[in-house]
């Protein structure tokens, strides 16, 4: 296969069925290897994964990628991931949920490329979302070396 080019971003609406615990929806799934395939992917950001501390990444992450992600905390859906080519090393910066969005940084080595994923659903109240902001932007005046992790 020839070196991956593209990347995009979508909002899956749920890898994971919440009405039934554990239970992955295996379409979204297949549509996913579909998509990166097809498009030759370096990387595909994810928004609203649904998935918890109850699903593992292998059940998730198709073959040739590594997952990153920040589940929602303090309450259902949400979420945000990436999914990143083998070819490439990424390193998570930052990884911050609060009861309302979601963010994830990850530094592409490789590329010297950094990557953000927010979610912030239409009825979050803008406090909710300046702290995500806030994060970001500390993150920014810390610079970007490797060995930031931020929880």
């Not at 649904?50 to 979420?79: F, K, M």
């Not at 979601?102 to 300046?130: A, D, M, W």
Request: aromatic share 8%; with cysteine; charged share 25%.
């Amino acid at each position: 296969m020839a070196r991956p080019t593209s990347i995009q971003v979508l909002n899956v609406r749920g890898l994971a069925n919440n009405f039934e615990p554990r239970n992955i929806r295996r379409g979204k799934i297949e549509f996913l290897k579909d998509i990166l395939t097809q498009q030759n992917s370096l990387f595909i950001g994810l928004t609203e994964t649904w998935i918890n501390q109850d699903h593992n990444d292998a059940e998730i992450c198709p073959d040739g990628y590594e997952l990153i992600r920040q589940d929602r905390e303090g309450r259902e859906c949400g979420g945000v991931a990436l999914l990143v080519h083998d070819d490439f090393t990424a390193e998570p910066l930052l990884r911050f949920s609060n009861d309302g969005c979601e963010v994830l940084v990850v530094k592409i080595l490789q590329l010297n490329h950094i990557c953000s994923i927010v979610y912030r659903p239409p009825s979050t109240p803008y406090g909710k979302f300046k702290e995500v902001l806030d994060k970001i932007n500390d993150l920014r005046w810390l610079g970007t070396s490797t060995s930031i992790t931020k929880t």
